[in-house]
């Protein structure tokens, strides 16, 4: 891909400390003592990370949603679109 800049768009790389590999999941999450109910935040997570990632996060109850993250793009278009 390729930025209107002419630059290579950023690759979209797995948010586990230390990984290099190529994102596949989205995990959007949030720490209820902190975030009011409408602010997520998102980390992204290769196929040998998500379930670290989304076990890290429910270990510590926050509320999360795990989805593929070609289907989670779809849906930011459709929403910004809206």
């Known amino acids: 891909m390729i930025d209107l800049l002419g630059g290579a768009l950023p690759r979209e790389a797995c948010s586990r ?3 290099t590999a190529d994102a ?5 999450w949030r720490n209820p003592r902190i975030h009011t109910g409408d602010r997520f935040k998102t980390w992204l997570a290769c196929d040998e990370h998500v379930d670290y ?3 890290f996060l429910a270990a510590r109850e926050f509320p999360l949603a795990v989805k593929p ?4 793009r779809a849906t930011d278009d459709t929403e ?3």
């Open 17 to 19: 400390a230390g990984c």
């Open 24 to 28: 596949v999941w989205r995990i959007d």
């Open 53 to 55: 990632l989304r076990d």
């Open 69 to 72: 993250l070609e289907a989670a």
């Open 80 to 82: 910004a679109a809206s």
